[in-house]
């Protein structure tokens, strides 16, 4: 069993309740750091920690809050990313509805350390019955005295808010959720100006992921060096990974960082192995932006070593050869899986949530939709291949944001290691079943 | 739908409340969250008048408005049935059965994605990643997840919506604390 500490008492009933919670050691790290530390000191345990951003990027943390500009008389914002979007990416949600005074007491105590004297919870549309979770959370945290004036009598007062979205994956994308929160349409701003400068309301802000924060609490708790001892060189600590598709298991995992992805998948203890003792054909394993692996990569760096998860094991190889960690969406596809039409599922999705300010990735994801949609309807051409892979190759790199690399990657990668799928596609029209199998649904 | 496009005393007074939760002078923040209500207040869709009325609780131009209602997914623009059916179709869904589930609705409610039942009870609307990966197939009806699809499960839940008749809408669960 693998360390745990934002997940292990998912199971204690009423653990969603503040006095569960407490009982449970809820709280520490807000007493903790309110009454016995600075706000320099949390964030110098922070950056001990290690602790790397966990809404895909893995930046540190310690880094990004020590960057906070703080002009004399002028608000500061912590804001949190719930904003979880990316496909095959669902521990946030998890750990929200099981455990939200996790979240809750890592706003205070982060939000201290930061000198925010209010912050948000932006949480997507969808999961409305979440932020209904943490709104009664947050109501029992303000009624003992966790927020508002003079948290537990000492002089810091705090106000934490839930705001909902209404739909849109680029409302992760952390400057369009700025606009979207400023109440207007996510478009992501052109930065610099980043966050740290001009964020909400054009004052000082960060924005850090749900998980992010919660890891936060256990670092404080325990002391950022003792954290960084757990998990492997610079991917410190635990990490929580959804995992989905053709497994036995699907669900969220805390994994300590450095485990093998081969114990990940077949061990009964997450995802137990391959859904009907099919084979393993390919995984995604950050969320569908990160590029897609066949099995022998996955379980096995090129050099022919056991790949781990770890963001620096995981990204060995770089785009030739290894994927990424990214949201920890792990997504595994089994042996009957058309690489070409998931392929398509992503596609679609990506057209369908560019905000549309550049033309490189308003044009070029509605372009690989449409030109992947009719290879999968068989009347592709052999030129498609390498059309598809200039298109990405255009919008990589020439946009605002990072939504244009990730609607790339996946095509790159999906035609770097399984051409001759596509290539089947379009030469053997006649052969295409639709090979997804449906299921377990039935 | 000739119910008046005004909220009674204590929704108003609710979205009020929440424009306090944004600095002095920023309340335009609040537009979404008013959205939603004035969506599940006024028939499950935001009409240009729902809109309008909107922006003048916010003391915002109209267009400030709609320019956000059409970009977030969840906003209907036209009308759409008591129970909108959002079935997701994004790869982990679709590695299990989202395709079949969706193809089985069609046939049963004898509409295709994107359109509404004659009698107005059912809108199948495909939608995009919802964060339910490992459960899926799933489908989302106003605020609540359907995970683990079996095609019996969808007729349960299709019979199940069709005799209570109501509406349902994402802010259903007591969205007066919610919000
Ligand atoms: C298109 C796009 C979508 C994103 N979606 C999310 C998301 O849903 N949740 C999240 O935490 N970060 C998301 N990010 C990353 C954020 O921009 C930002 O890096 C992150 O919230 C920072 O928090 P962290 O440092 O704690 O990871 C997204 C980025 C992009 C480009
Ligand atoms: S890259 Fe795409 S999503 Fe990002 S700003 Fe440009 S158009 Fe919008
Ligand atoms: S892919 Fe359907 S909920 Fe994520």
Redesign the interface.
Known sequence: MGKKLLIHNDKVPNIHTLEVYRQNGGYASVEKALKTMTPEAVVEEVKKSGLRGRGGAGFPTGMKWSFLAKPPGV?RYLVCNAD???????K??YLMEKIPHALIEGMITSSFALGAK?SYIYI??????V??IL??AI?EAYAAGLLGKNILGTDFSHDC?????????ICGEETALLE???????NPRIKPPFPAIAGL?GCPTVVNNVETIAAVCPIINMGGDEYAKIGIGRSTGTKLI?????INK???YEIELGIPVEEFIYSDEYCGGILNGRKLKAV?AGG?SVPVLPAELILKTEKGEPRLMTYESLSEGGFISGTMLGSG?F?V?DET?SIV??LY??A??YH??S?GQCSPCREGTGWMEKILHRIIEGHGKPSDIDLLWDIQRKIEGNTICPLGEAAAWPVASAIRHFRKEFEDYINHPEKIR?V?Y????? | MSKEIKFNEETLALVHKMMKRYPEGKHKSAVIPILHIAQAEFGGWLSPETMDYVASILKIQPIEVYEVASFYSMFNLKPVGKCVLDICRTSSCWTRGAEDVIKHLEKKLEIKAGETTKDGMFTIKTVECLGSCGSAPMLQCGASYHENLTLKKVDTLIEEYRSSGKQRSYTDLDYKNTL
Request: hydrophobic letters at 25%; one cysteine or more.
């Open positions: 608000e979880e979007s990316e496909p095959g990416t669902f946030d949600r209010t997507r549309g969808e999961y409305f019955y932020a209904r709104e009664t109501a808010y839930v705001h909902v979205g209404a739909g849109a994956y979207s929160l400023e109440g207007k349409r996510g309301y959804s995992a989905s598709g053709h699907p669900g969220t995604v569908s969406g997504i596809y899986t039409k998931n599922t992503f679609r999705f369908h949530e905000c639709d997804s449906l299921s377990a649904a039935i």
